[in-house]
Nanobody
């Protein structure tokens, strides 16, 4: 069993930055891929970014490519999402997830453990 806790969400102006952090407990996540997903009001959950078990491979959705950076620290059992150039369309609840695989994945079904989510609101 893995428990995930996200932090770092909040209100930010368009063009601003936020750094989300996900801390895993009860078990190490170092052998598994991890990812971030988001769900905007009235919409389904969508893929944002993923990172493989070693942190050597990443993959992003087209909507955040070049603005967001996913990283992990296996020694600290954490996965972060650095978000820059934020837009109102980035407003959503952001979820951290840990996969059952070692490689990157943008498929929700590959993820077994999920956090409770953290709200990110981009507004002037």
């Amino acid at each position: 069993q893995v428990q995930l806790a996200e932090s770092g969400g909040g209100l930010v102006h368009p063009g601003g930055s936020l750094r989300l952090s996900c801390e895993a407990s009860l078990r190490t996540i170092s052998g598994y891929a991890a990812g971030w997903f988001r769900q905007a009001p009235g919409k389904g959950r969508e893929f944002v970014a993923t990172i493989n078990w070693a942190g050597s491979t990443t993959y992003y959705s087209a909507s955040v490519e070049g603005r967001f950076t996913i990283s992990r620290d296996n020694a600290r059992n954490t996965v972060d999402l650095q978000m820059t150039e934020l837009k109102p369309d980035d407003t959503a609840v952001y979820y951290c997830a840990v996969a059952t695989t070692t490689y990157t994945s943008n498929v929700e079904a590959d993820y077994r453990y999920w956090g409770q989510g953290t709200q990110v609101t981009v507004s002037s």
